[in-house]
């Protein structure tokens, strides 16, 4: 081959909706969801905005797929056996997940969701509590009261004023405004914080435990109390 031969160019990859939306993802995770448009989605792949319009029909489809992204990467529960460690690791899943991708919860409170990804990790979730003997309404109580737990404390570790290394100074900077003799138990909160004795963090399993442990007495309260059976012997009067 001739030294002089003219290499052939480099073939671009092509678009394809799984690509488009998972450069989508990769730039609302750095940039954040509000600057994501076509036209930066599209400088972003390399090509005009309006070639994405043959893969993706908008925005709106796109923060769809993207939604159905993240749903992707949460552990799905298992519709048998300890419902309450299945329920427990889906709800640290879902909170990891929100924390790899901030964007993400604010979009999955407000949109309908009906991606693949999505059903398949709510009808999980169903079945995993029905299988456990929970009616379908509590099922449904329970699951979106798991979720409303973890999408506050995900959106509240998110947005938070002060990193958990900052909590104890923030509340000596914060304790004259809430002298004792108004504010007693915040003060008194306030000064086990600045003295050691509490760190102030709150901790998701402990609620979450709560939480479980309230479904399981629900769960149980919700059973029919077994009648004890006369012995084979016994006379009928």
Not at 40 to 46: F, I
Not at 61 to 66: E, K, M, V
Not at 93 to 104: D, E, F, G, M, T
Not at 173 to 180: G, N, Q, R, Y
């Amino acid at each position: 081959m001739s030294k002089n031969k003219p290499r052939p160019a480099s073939r671009r990859e092509p678009l394809t909706t799984e690509r488009v939306l998972q450069a989508a993802m990769a730039f609302a995770d750095e940039f954040g969801i509000e600057t994501l448009s076509m036209r930066k989605l599209g400088e972003a792949l390399g090509v005009e905005a309006m070639s994405l319009y043959n893969h993706v029909a908008n925005r709106d489809a796109i923060l769809d797929g993207i939604v159905d992204l993240v749903a992707s990467e949460i552990e799905l529960p298992t519709p048998s056996g300890d419902w309450k460690a299945a329920m427990r690791r889906r709800a640290l899943s879902v909170h990891q997940v929100l924390l790899r991708h901030p964007w993400a919860t604010m979009l999955i409170v407000s949109r309908a969701n009906v991606g693949p990804a999505m059903l398949r990790y709510v009808d999980a979730t169903l079945g995993c509590l029905r299988e456990a003997g929970f009616s379908y309404p509590m099922a449904d109580h329970a699951w979106n009261t798991i979720d409303a737990y973890i999408y506050g404390f995900t959106l509240q570790k998110l947005n938070f004023p002060f990193q958990p290394e900052e909590y104890a100074k923030a509340a000596e900077s914060f304790i004259a405004l809430i002298p004792a003799s108004q504010y007693p138990y915040l003060n008194g909160l306030s000064q086990q914080i600045i003295d050691g004795r509490h760190d102030g963090i709150q901790k998701l399993e402990l609620g979450l435990d709560l939480l479980l442990d309230g479904l399981e007495q629900i769960l149980h309260a919700s059973k029919p109390v077994a009648r004890a059976k006369a012995p084979s012997g016994a006379r009928k009067r």
